[in-house]
């Protein structure tokens, strides 16, 4: 599920528990003293009442609901990002897939795994794969030797995951800060 499809079912759920809970106050308020507490909800009734479905109002308020239902439905039908990349199979029945986030994973174990190389950061989407590692010394000459190595490393160990796509790798190799 989305982070936007959960904030807003939250929202929405705590509107529907508010609404029912001024419904709940207003019904008891009612058959005790005859009149609204919270809403005037009988202003409400008398405009309903004298309200035809042919008025203006009615199909405005229609028009309104029926283009936020379809921004909503739009909304919802449009295709998720892509997070998994496929990886070829011995079994024609089996699909095997990895999460971008595990490949950028495997990534980064594969450039630390490079003697010389301190640290290492990696993102990856299905058609790239970004690997930034910093060495272990401060010398520019040591980092960029580095390069190939790491690059090897990495293109090594996402060539064993035999992925049906292989995404374009791209290896940045800086200095020890301090």
Same mark, same amino acid.
């Given at each position: 599920?989305?982070?936007?499809?959960?904030?807003?079912?939250?929202?929405?759920?705590?509107?529907?528990?508010?609404?029912?809970?001024?419904?709940?106050?207003?019904?008891?308020?009612?058959?005790?003293?005859?009149?609204?507490?919270?809403?005037?909800?009988?202003?409400?009734?008398?405009?309903?009442?004298?309200?035809?479905?042919?008025?203006?109002?009615?199909?405005?308020?229609?028009?309104?609901?029926? =283009?936020? @239902?379809?921004?909503?439905?739009? %909304?919802?039908?449009? +295709? /998720? &990002? !892509? *997070?998994?990349?496929?990886?070829?199979?011995?079994?024609?029945?089996?699909?095997?897939?990895?999460?971008?986030?595990?490949?950028?994973?495997?990534?980064?174990?594969?450039?630390?795994? =490079?003697? @010389?190389?301190?640290?290492?950061? %990696?993102?990856?989407? +299905? /058609? &790239? !794969? *970004?690997?930034?590692?910093?060495?272990?010394?401060?010398?520019?000459?040591?980092?960029?030797?580095?390069?190939?190595?790491?690059?090897?490393?990495?293109?090594?160990?996402?060539?064993?995951?035999?992925?049906?796509?292989?995404?374009?790798?791209?290896?940045?190799?800086?200095?020890?800060?301090?």
């Amino acid at each position: 599920m989305r982070i936007l499809n959960r904030f807003l079912a939250f929202i929405l759920a705590l509107a529907v528990l508010a609404v029912c809970i001024v419904v709940i106050v207003e019904v008891i308020a009612y058959a005790i003293n005859g009149e609204h507490l919270i809403v005037d909800w009988m202003s409400w009734q008398r405009w309903a009442e004298r309200t035809t479905f042919n008025s203006t109002v009615i199909k405005v308020l229609s028009i309104i609901f029926i =283009v936020v @239902g379809l921004i909503l439905l739009l %909304a919802e039908l449009k +295709p /998720r &990002r !892509v *997070t998994r990349v496929s990886l070829q199979s011995d079994e024609v029945a089996t699909e095997a897939a990895i999460s971008t986030k595990g490949l950028a994973v495997v990534a980064r174990t594969a450039t630390t795994d =490079v003697d @010389g190389v301190s640290n290492a950061s %990696a993102s990856a989407s +299905p /058609r &790239r !794969v *970004t690997v930034t590692a910093t060495a272990a010394e401060r010398d520019r000459a040591h980092a960029q030797a580095l390069t190939a190595p790491v690059t090897t490393a990495v293109q090594t160990r996402l060539d064993s995951l035999r992925m049906e796509r292989h995404p374009r790798l791209s290896v940045r190799v800086k200095p020890r800060s301090r």
